[in-house]
């Protein structure tokens, strides 16, 4: 396996595992939020997306500081696919559940 298709594959790892943690975090949160505070959603959903987008700069910024050249700019542009991929996802579930309360 060339050194290439490997920081491929930790891209695709740790972009993987950050969307999740971050869709399941939120998603049991939002369950716990709706449940109970039905009146503070909009601020929740405000809250999910700065989470998220602080969450991202730190996995970039702890990416950018222990790799090389080459393998960090492989890393940014699977991530960021990933990351807007999920903003695309969060967007529409989160519409689609806000209708149906």
Excluded at 18 to 35: E, P
Excluded at 57 to 74: D, G, K
Excluded at 78 to 100: A, G
């Amino acid at each position: 396996m060339s050194l290439w298709s490997l920081d491929l594959l930790r891209a695709l790892v740790v972009s993987g595992c950050f969307i999740l943690a971050i869709d399941l975090a939120s998603g049991f949160i939002f369950r716990w939020v709706a449940s109970r505070h039905a009146d503070m959603l909009p601020s929740f959903f405000t809250g999910v997306s700065g989470f998220r987008f602080l969450g991202a700069l730190a996995v970039m910024a702890i990416w950018y500081a222990t790799s090389e050249r080459v393998s960090m700019m492989l890393f940014i542009v699977v991530f960021l696919i990933y990351y807007m991929v999920s903003l695309i996802h969060h967007s529409i579930f989160f519409s689609r559940i806000s209708n149906r309360l």
